[in-house]
């Protein structure tokens, strides 16, 4: 049974005005009953029925009504399919003369074969039933319908009626039938009762349907559009009927399908509908859903927005034109079963007469693509119009979401008394029931969004946002009086973000003091030097040759800002950037220019500071001239993070740029708390863009002291620059002058008062210790300064007898910490062992220097809780190495040993790149070249080349890539030769593996690779090498990421000499009769060739009895390993006195 859902009172009136505007009607079924009888049956029941007559003459159907009831006819119209339609319409032309209040003349109506159900008065929109409460013994008993007499009956004037019905669903059927209701005693005045001329049936689509295509017959209208870098057009698909984007690799490129602009008939909510599948680049491409009103900007429909399988990923790090956005991403639900998916998405409320467009947009970087392709699909659109059940003009979702009653007419009501109607806000978006929507201390009805300032009744300001000009202010405190009060009466212009035009936002105005009204108060910000190049630049050393004019493409510029948060045509993490000054304007693709900025940093609790940018390409950051962390190299945007120890006053910034070519941006932030979090990993919520700070002036007391500095450790001014408050044989003149704490005796906490530690580098004694009174360890040998007492005698862990201003007191190549940890005495030499040793226990977190020759180099890269990290994730530090110097005997071969262990954060890039450990003629602190092995990384590395390494790679780059995997390669006179690869992921995104690595170098018999807990373990053994090793050569790991994708730790090294494999020896020798049994120790898979000599220094003996004459002579060749030990008989000749034995390992079994 179907349920038939009939328009019934006010209600009907909206919705058929709102059919007349939009809605259309096709004709299903007509007839005039001219020629034929229009395939209607007719049929009675009752007492004595008279049936129905069809008059080809007049070209009618008629019912002469029944005086003998009661009796019914039943005239049925042919089964008709409605082809998808939403509603249907019936029109028929009649007369009738039925027994007024008693018979009747009714319609009802069978869906798909269904019962036939009545259909009501309330359901006409033209000339509907006459009566109600008929009184007749018949089926309509006390229910409604045509009585009396149609007017012009007696003319024989026909009548139109007109039946609108909705809730119709596709692919149904229908049957109408027209029914006679006759009781007894009488009947109508004219004969026939009931006569119909016409009949049609018309099918209604959905009116609340502005567009509905499905790409099946053409292209819908829509057109498509490729920007960027050799963008890929995207492709109307005739069969199946698709609109597709195969996505792009060489990007960045954009693509845009647009829809044709559709006619808003009615005020209301309209919500866009569509079927696709996308296989989409995961993490970094995305694809998007726009719109636009009349012609405007498109703008991208929000994550909020969809009702359902709105966008897949949050922060896109593609460079593209939605970097940072949300998008579809990723692979949607069954893509490569040819499925598709809906997803829908309200776009708000549109005003009557307005046109609307949609597009599709597809955003692509370079270097990879999703897996499948197209990369997205759309199979159809649906733009429709939000239900409305009380035709108010405020869609039902919308009542019911703002505490509104879609029963009732309530558009003109008020309830929160801001000025606006309810039908108001919907069209602005504002909440009905909170009169000053964006909390800005503006009422939504004197913000009219028109972007001009009239009075204070009609701000322009947009209600829906608390800062329309995003000058720090909100709008409901630019009071635009031009006169400056206070915070909260700021007189400025709330369309305007620097009022008085002096380049520093109002907001930064208020919030530093000074008047936002006054071009000539202004506060000292950022001061930053543009410039061009003419030349390419690619390093720190050429951006301040260009500052120093060397290169000058064009005359700087300076200018000055309350951040350093600048783009062009890359994205950082942080929002709001401007315009890099030179150019005014974003996505300009500007190459060779730099920023210089300088600023003051004043502290007043001192402490360790962490700092941050994040650039494309490359940057550095200085305080005090020392540098606090710097990225020397072009990259893509990625985080560069470190921490300085400050002291309370005053420190100079600087902070240089460069751009090279591709992206370009730059933001500098610091974190929001104290400490040292540079290993922690980014994370944009603990960070904030670094401002310049201003230097409290004044020392009311006249004591040296600033007040500032004072009320900081005092609370008070009561101290002289004499005293000593913490007793610890420093004055407070001191204490300020040397940036130490006054009321800490004890700033760095190593054990020393502060007045020992006079800072001189050198240790006179315990009361001159020339040891820095702000760091803990001066000679960063893992130490305390308080324990190194100096005196040559080690006593115990709290008196090491060692120096505090040398790592290595003794000079051993152990620094002092390790040796405390490893149980050795520090202050006398040990014997160095033969290889190399390192745990790196011992060691405090940050450690560069190990004092045992070997060089730690990279920003990424220190020891970190008792292992070496070399890269980390979340951060875009470049390369690392770890280096080692040459050990002799390494020519003869040897093994290194390391735990090894990669992690991956969830979320952001793939892990990459990679590492290797390597053994060349490689200058020590060279970075490498990661999972490439050794070498110039490029044209401006200074190392010089390596021409010979052997290298042990593991490559992560990137999950699902042809090159990742663990690989064996060597470099032979310059040349760089692969020599063994297996293919696979070494770890998947957002995990972790570890486990130990064994690495071979055998000069004989090649080099071996092994590795445990990888997903794709190496596995090499013996793989022949032209590389021979050299004494003089070092030993070294690089690693590196690219888009600051992984944590890389190593520990427990071990280099032993030697190859680490028992030589080749014959281990026994038996006898049993004639026959010997010769047995070596082997490896598995190998061939060998056994020899014997009867005289080893006769070579006329024929030990074989075969003619042949040779000191050795051949027994077998082809002896094939039986594992870890092989053993073969030879039959001694009777005659033989003496005989040797020789085996040969002739290589890997074919």
């Not at 700087?556 to 993490?573: K, L, S, Y």
């Not at 290194?896 to 450990?917: C, H, K, V």
């Not at 593991?954 to 297996?982: H, Y």
Request: proline residues 5%; glycine residues 12%.
């Amino acid at each position: 049974m179907k349920r038939i859902i009939w328009f019934e009172g006010l209600f009907i009136f909206a919705v058929l005005g709102f059919i007349t505007i939009n809605a259309v009607a096709d004709e299903l079924y007509y007839t005039e009953f001219e020629d034929e009888d229009g395939a209607f049956i007719q049929e009675v029941t009752g007492n004595s029925p008279i049936a129905a007559v069809y008059s080809s003459d007049l070209g009618t159907w008629s019912m002469d009504g029944d005086d003998t009831g009661p009796a019914t006819n039943y005239l049925t119209s042919p089964e008709i399919e409605l082809e998808g339609a939403w509603g249907v319409r019936v029109i028929f032309d009649h007369r009738y003369s039925i027994e007024a209040e008693w018979d009747a003349v009714a319609l009802e109506m069978s869906i798909d074969g269904g019962d036939f159900e009545f259909i009501p008065n309330s359901a006409f929109t033209v000339n509907g039933y006459t009566y109600s409460d008929l009184k007749g013994n018949h089926v309509f008993k006390g229910g409604e319908g045509f009585n009396g007499d149609s007017e012009g009956y007696s003319q024989r004037e026909f009548i139109m009626s007109m039946v609108e019905l909705e809730g119709i669903n596709a692919e149904e059927n229908v049957v109408i039938r027209f029914v006679g209701a006759w009781d007894e005693g009488a009947r109508g005045l004219g004969i026939p009762n009931w006569e119909i001329d016409t009949f049609t049936v018309e099918a209604i689509s959905d009116p609340s349907i502005l567009l509905s295509e499905d790409f099946v017959e053409d292209d819908g209208g829509f057109i498509e559009l490729g920007e960027g870098n050799s963008p890929i057009p995207s492709l109307y698909n005739e069969d199946p009927g698709t609109w597709s984007m195969e996505g792009d690799d060489s990007g960045p490129a954009t693509n845009y399908i647009t829809s044709p602009e559709i006619d808003v008939p009615i005020t209301a909510g309209i919500e866009v509908s569509f079927t696709h599948r996308y296989s989409i680049e995961p993490e970094w491409d995305g694809t998007v859903l726009q719109y636009s009103i009349d012609g405007e900007e498109f703008q991208t429909v929000p994550t909020d927005a969809f009702s359902e399988n709105g966008y897949s990923f949050s922060n896109l790090i593609g460079n593209h034109v939605i970097k940072g956005g949300d998008g579809f991403n990723g692979n949607s639900e069954e893509y490569f079963s040819g499925e598709f998916i809906t997803s829908t998405a309200k776009l708000g409320s549109i005003e009557a007469g307005s046109s609307l467009s949609i597009r599709f947009l597809g955003a692509w970087d370079c270097a990879a693509r999703g897996a499948g392709i197209p990369n997205w699909e759309i199979n159809s659109v649906i733009i429709r119009i939000l239900d409305d059940l009380d035709g108010d003009g405020m869609p039902d979702y919308y009542e019911d979401e703002n505490d509104l009653d879609k029963t009732v007419d309530d558009s003109a009501e008020d309830p929160d008394s801001d000025g606006l109607k309810n039908i108001d806000e919907f069209v602005a978006g504002t909440n009905p029931q909170e009169a000053d929507t964006d909390n800005d201390g503006l009422s939504d009805n004197v913000e009219t969004g028109t972007g001009n300032f009239v009075n204070a009744s009609n701000t322009g300001t947009d209600p829906l946002v608390s800062d329309t000009d995003s000058d720090g202010l909100f709008d409901g405190v630019e009071t635009n009086t031009g006169t400056f009060v206070d915070a909260d009466d700021t007189g400025t212009d709330p369309h305007t973000a620097d009022t008085d035009e002096d380049s520093i936002y109002d907001g930064t105005e208020v919030e530093r003091g000074t008047d936002p009204l006054d071009g000539e108060d202004f506060p000292l910000l950022w001061v930053v030097r543009n410039a061009k190049s003419n030349s390419p630049l690619n390093s720190i050393a050429n951006t301040r040759d260009l500052f120093d004019g060397v290169g000058l493409a064009e005359p700087e510029t300076v200018t000055i800002h309350d951040t350093i948060n600048f783009r062009d045509n890359a994205n950082g993490p942080f929002p709001d950037p401007q315009p890099f000054p030179l150019f005014e304007a974003q996505d300009v693709n500007q190459d060779d220019f730099a920023i210089m900025a300088t600023g003051t940093l004043f502290i007043t609790d001192p402490g360790i500071y962490t700092f941050g940018f994040n650039s494309d390409d490359g940057g550095g950051f200085y305080i005090d001239d020392e540098p606090v962390v710097v990225f020397d190299a072009n990259r893509g945007s990625a985080t560069s993070l470190a921490s300085m120890d400050l002291s309370f006053g005053a420190h100079k910034m600087e902070f240089l740029f460069w751009e090279r070519g591709g992206g370009a941006q730059c933001q500098l932030f610091v974190h929001n708390e104290k400490g040292d979090f540079a290993g922690a990993g980014f994370n944009v919520g603990n960070y904030h863009l670094l401002e310049t700070s201003f230097v409290p002036s004044g020392d009311s007391d006249n004591d040296g002291l600033p007040d500032a500095w004072e009320e900081q450790f005092f609370d008070n001014l009561e101290q002289g620059p004499e005293d000593d408050s913490d007793n610890d044989g420093s004055t407070n003149a001191d204490e300020f002058e040397l940036g130490t704490v006054p009321n800490d005796p004890d700033t760095d906490d190593d054990g020393l008062n502060d007045g020992v530690e006079d800072g001189t580098g050198n240790f006179v004694n315990s009361m001159m210790t020339g040891t820095d009174p702000k760091v803990a360890d001066s000679d960063g040998d893992g130490l305390l300064d308080g324990v190194e007492t100096n005196t040559g005698n080690f006593v115990s862990a709290n008196n090491t007898g060692t120096n505090p201003h040398k790592a290595d007191t003794d000079e051993d190549m152990v620094s002092d910490g390790r040796e405390i940890a490893l149980g050795t005495d520090p202050t006398v030499p040990q014997a160095r062992p033969k290889g190399y040793v390192q745990d790196f226990d011992g060691f405090p977190d940050g450690t560069t220097d190990l004092a045992d020759g070997s060089v730690i180099y990279g920003a990424a890269a220190s020891v970190v809780d008792g292992r070496l990290q070399l890269t980390r994730d979340g951060q875009g530090l470049g390369f690392s190495s770890f280096t080692i110097p040459a050990l002799e005997g390494s020519s003869g071969g040897w093994m290194a040993t390391f735990d090894l262990e990669i992690s991956d954060g969830p979320g952001a890039n793939d892990p990459a790149d990679g590492l290797s450990f390597n053994y060349g003629n490689f200058d020590l602190g060279i970075p490498g070249s990661a999972e490439e092995g050794m070498g110039a990384v490029d044209a401006n590395d200074a190392s010089p080349l390596v021409t010979e390494n052997v290298s042990f790679e593991i490559d992560t780059w990137q999950n699902g890539n042809a090159e990742q995997g663990v690989n064996i390669a060597e470099k032979v006179e310059g040349e760089d030769i692969n020599l063994e690869f297996i293919n696979g992921r070494i770890l998947d995104d957002g995990t972790s593996v570890s486990g130990p690595v064994i690495i071979v170098y055998d000069p004989v018999n090649g080099a071996s690779f092994k590795t445990e807990g990888l997903l794709t373990n190496a596995d090499f053994e013996d793989v022949p090498l032209t590389f021979v090793g050299d004494e003089s050569y070092n030993f070294g790991f690089s690693a590196r990421v690219g888009g600051a994708n992984q944590d890389v730790f190593i520990d427990n090294l071990v280099i032993s000499l030697g190859s680490g494999v028992a030589p080749l020896q014959i281990t026994e020798i038996a006898k049993e009769g004639d026959e010997i049994i010769l047995t070596w120790n082997s490896k598995p898979n190998r061939i060998y060739l056994i020899e014997r000599s009867e005289d080893m220094e006769n070579g006329e003996i024929d030990a074989n009895r075969d003619g042949n004459f040779g000191f050795w002579e051949e027994i077998d060749d082809g002896i094939l390993s039986d594992g870890e030990f092989t053993s073969f008989t030879d039959q001694v000749p009777e005659d033989t006195r003496k005989i040797f034995w020789r085996v040969t390992d002739m290589g890997v079994a074919e």
